[in-house]
Nanobody, 121 residues
């Protein structure tokens, strides 16, 4: 199986910064796209950012210019640098990855448990 573990969440003031990380482990042959989603209590989950294996990135309009997604393929890790944080960014942030396992040549979607980000004064 494949496991994704997020870290780096916490409490910050508006305008502050946080850096999230998500490390994948298990029977991994290759990881294609990796990304971040977030969900506030009582609200729908929304897509935040995606990065391909080659480094091409896409961002939700709400975070463009403030967040930066990156990855280290050698470490099977994806990062999310969050700057100029707003109260509206408060949510549980989830990591996801499209993984080809050692047992199969097909790609499957995996998710982490989530890490809490709270932006409040």
């Amino acid at each position: 199986q494949v496991q994704l573990v997020e870290s780096g969440g916490g409490l910050v003031q508006p305008g502050g910064s946080l850096r999230l990380s998500c490390a994948a482990s298990g029977s991994i042959r290759r990881i294609y796209a990796m990304g971040w989603y977030r969900q506030a209590p009582g609200k729908q989950r929304e897509w935040v950012a995606t990065i391909t294996r080659g480094g091409s990135t896409n961002y939700a309009d709400s975070v463009k210019g403030r967040f930066t997604i990156s990855r280290d393929n050698a470490k099977n890790t994806v990062y999310l640098q969050m700057n100029s944080l707003k109260p509206e960014d408060t949510a549980v942030y989830y990591c996801n990855a499209e993984v080809v396992t050692t047992e199969s040549g097909m790609g499957y979607d995996y998710w982490g448990q989530g890490t809490q980000v709270t932006v409040s004064s």
